[in-house]
């Protein structure tokens, strides 16, 4: 009997590792994505373009919001995982990363990979105002980004690691 137990364990943790793996292909995926739309541009400073508010309709929300939460969500739907339209709001996104809920899982800062995301309070009042997707592993004290709504703009960034607020890992 106990070898059928064994067997059957190893069937039951398997899933677990694949799905593992699985995220790690999703951020990956989604790091790409997301580089390969750096230098998009908003009309202005209107927070929209064609783009930006097909983005946006995609989260179902209202069109013209700042949006660096629509950039990153844009980024996980085209990797293959549907996040929630509250991305759109950082400070409620940070919040869920905190409970880990709605896909988000916090994480220590200085331990961010490919595929995470950091959360920045350039607003007083809030816990966060802004999301970045991690592109490479710190170093230096520095570690690559990709953002969408840097100066009405998605760009690749190299961020000081003493800003960002909260990390978090993108989970299945």
Do not use: K
């Not at 927070?47 to 013209?64: A, H, K, T």
């Not at 919001?65 to 996980?76: D, L, N, R, S």
């Not at 690559?144 to 800003?163: D, F």
């Amino acid at each position: 009997m106990r070898p059928l137990a064994i067997t059957l364990l190893a069937l039951l943790a398997a899933p677990a590792a694949a799905s593992a793996r699985d995220m790690r292909a999703v951020r990956e995926r989604a790091v790409r994505w997301a580089i390969a739309h750096s230098g998009l541009h908003e009309r202005g400073t209107t927070n929209r373009s064609p783009r930006i508010d097909r983005w946006e309709r995609d989260m179902g929300i209202r069109i013209g919001q700042p949006w660096c939460g629509a950039f990153v969500h844009q980024a996980f739907l085209r990797a293959g995982l549907r996040l929630s339209a509250r991305l759109i709001d950082p400070d409620r996104s940070y919040r869920d990363a905190q409970a880990n809920r709605r896909h988000l899982h916090a994480i220590p800062i200085g331990s961010v990979r490919r595929g995470d995301l950091l959360f920045f309070a350039f607003r007083p009042g809030l816990l966060a105002s802004h999301f970045a997707l991690v592109r490479g592993r710190p170093r230096n004290g520095r570690v690559p980004t990709v953002e969408g709504n840097v100066s009405n703009a998605s760009r690749l960034e190299l961020r000081g690691l003493a800003y960002p607020v909260l990390a978090a890992r993108v989970t299945g």
